[in-house]
C-alpha cells in the first residue's frame, strides 16, 4: 500500500466539507507535524519565483517517495505519521551558510532552472532543529514572472487567479497539491513520473481557465474525465479556510 494512502481515502471527503469545518481537527500543539520546506533566496542572483515554486513541488512528493520512506525505510515512521494526520507544511528561506547547514538535515534538495529547494522529513514541530527553526518564515515575497510554454508530459499546477499567495504560502500549497496528484496516480503514472524527477509546471490560469478546469461539487468526476484535482486550504495562514489554492492537472 501507498504511503500516500491516507490522503487518497481523505481527498473527496475533504472536498465535500463545509468551508468553516476544514481547520476542524484538533490537535495539542505538541503533537503537530510539519515538513520543513526551505527555500533558498539569495541576494544576488534571485531565483526566479516559478522555478522556485516548481522545486518546491518536486522536492515534497520526492521525499513521500523516496526508498527510505517505504516501510522498511528510515524515513517511514515519520512520514507515515504526518501523512495520517494534516499535511502541514513550513516553508522558511535560507541562504548562504545557512542554507548549507539545512543539507544536513535528512531531506531531498531539487534544483529547478537555478532555483533550489530542500524538503526535510516531517516531523513534529517542537522538535524542529534550532538550525531549522531560526530561518525566518516571513519575507519570501519574489516578483513575478514571465516562465516558457508548459512542457510536454509533465503535470501542471495552476494557482488560483484570486488568490494571491506568498511564495512561501505558494511554496506549501504546490507540495501539497504533487502530493495529492501522487495519491490519486496508478503505478505506471507514478512510475513514469518519478523518472523524470517529479517534474512538473506551475503556472497561473485565467479566471475563465480555472472556472473550467474547477471539480466544482464533483471532485470524483474531474479526476476521472479531466485528471484534475483540488488543493483546499484548512486556513491556518494567509487564506480563509476552504480556500481552493491549487488544481493540479495530470498530463500522460
Not at 516559478?50 to 520512506?69: G, K, Q
Amino acid at each position: 500500500m501507498s504511503i500516500l494512502a491516507p490522503l487518497a481515502a481523505r481527498y473527496a471527503s475533504w472536498l465535500a466539507l463545509p468551508a468553516d469545518q476544514t481547520n476542524q481537527v484538533e490537535t495539542a500543539p505538541e503533537l503537530v507535524r510539519a515538513m520543513p520546506v526551505i527555500l533558498r533566496i539569495e541576494r544576488d542572483p534571485v531565483p526566479s519565483r516559478t522555478a522556485l515554486l516548481e522545486a518546491a513541488a518536486a522536492a515534497a512528493i520526492a521525499v513521500c517517495l523516496d526508498p527510505r520512506s517505504e516501510p522498511e525505510g528510515e524515513w517511514h515512521e515519520p512520514v507515515s505519521a504526518w501523512v495520517a494526520g494534516h499535511i502541514r507544511k513550513v516553508s522558511r528561506r535560507a541562504r548562504g551558510a545557512h542554507w548549507q547547514a539545512a543539507q544536513a538535515f535528512p531531506g531531498v534538495t531539487v534544483e529547478v532552472d537555478g532555483a533550489e529547494v530542500r524538503a526535510l522529513v516531517p516531523g513534529l514541530v517542537v522538535e524542529t532543529p534550532k538550525e531549522i527553526s531560526r530561518l525566518q518564515i516571513s519575507g519570501s515575497e519574489l516578483p513575478a514572472d514571465e516562465p516558457d510554454a508548459i512542457p510536454d508530459g509533465v503535470p501542471v499546477l495552476w494557482l488560483n487567479p484570486d488568490v494571491p499567495l506568498t511564495a512561501g504560502k505558494a511554496a506549501a500549497q504546490v507540495g501539497h497539491a504533487s502530493m495529492l496528484l501522487a495519491a490519486l496516480l496508478d503505478e505506471p503514472d507514478i512510475k513514469a513520473w518519478t523518472e523524470i524527477g517529479f517534474r512538473c509546471a506551475v503556472r497561473t490560469p485565467t479566471k475563465a481557465q480555472w472556472a473550467t478546469l474547477h471539480p466544482g461539487n464533483d471532485p470524483g468526476g474531474a479526476w476521472q474525465n479531466r485528471r484534475v484535482i483540488a488543493v483546499r486550504d484548512a486556513g491556518f495562514t494567509e487564506v480563509d479556510p476552504g480556500t481552493v489554492t491549487v488544481l493540479a492537472q495530470w498530463r500522460a
